[in-house]
């Protein structure tokens, strides 16, 4: 079974553009959460989407968004880009909703100059 | 308020020298404690589950133990490749995933 797949894997933007993200989970995973991974503030959860619905979001302004497709596939968009929106931005699927054993795709390097 | 709490923050070892890396947390009703290893530059990778205390794992080198307060990482005669950032977390109330700030395992050839 191919795992999550995420792209872009590298990324450099400049302050105010906006991005979009995108994550294939593994085939029948049908929950995709996506998370922010900096030196300073580890891992932190973004939302989690699953039957095409937000179900759960992270303290995390209105400028990050997301969306999930009826193939499960999702995208992120971060808005009005700043500097501090630079991390590695990880996708990670799982069977159902609210299922903890997640399981992690490569990342995308966000670099915003 | 939910926490997740590794030590040490890093920890170099000689090949072959075994260690523990531990994962205390707090909260409210345990329902789960997961453990991950992240490579450089990748996303972190699936190792264990564990949900009551008293509970063991392993998996090659690598023993994870839980107690009420908190889990250990055991690491026997560890090798290079086993030089990664280990990971821990547990679900809130939501069952989102607190993670910890993780280990960074060096082991020296």
């Known amino acids: 079974k191919a795992g999550v797949t995420q792209t872009p894997r590298y990324l450099i933007k400049t302050r105010g553009q906006q991005v979009t993200l995108s994550c294939s989970p593994i085939s029948g995973h049908r929950s995709v959460s996506w998370y922010q991974q900096t030196p300073g503030q580890g891992l932190q959860f973004l939302f989690e989407?699953?039957?095409?619905?937000?179900?759960n979001k992270g303290n995390f302004p209105g400028r990050f968004s997301g969306r999930q497709f009826s193939n499960s596939r999702s995208e992120m968009n971060v808005s009005t880009l700043e500097l501090g929106d630079s991390a590695l931005y990880l996708c990670a699927s799982s069977p159902r909703q609210g299922e903890e054993t997640q399981y992690f795709g490569p990342g995308t390097r966000l670099l915003v100059l | 308020e939910d926490q997740v709490t590794q030590s040490p923050e890093a920890l170099r070892l000689q090949e072959g020298e075994s260690s523990s890396l531990n994962c205390s947390y707090t909260?409210?009703?345990?329902?789960?404690l997961f453990w991950y290893r992240q490579d450089p530059g990748k996303g972190p990778e699936f190792l264990f589950t564990?949900?009551?205390?008293?509970e063991e794992k392993e998996k090659e080198r690598l023993k994870a133990t839980l107690t009420k307060k908190e889990s250990f990482l055991h690491i026997t005669a560890p090798k290079p490749e086993d030089s990664a950032t280990y990971l821990c977390a547990v679900p809130d109330s939501n069952y989102q995933l607190i993670w910890g700030a993780g280990t960074k395992l060096i082991i020296k050839p």
């Open positions: 989407y699953f039957s095409e619905t937000q179900r």
């Open positions: 564990l949900y009551s205390a008293g």
């Open positions: 909260v409210s009703g345990l329902r789960g």
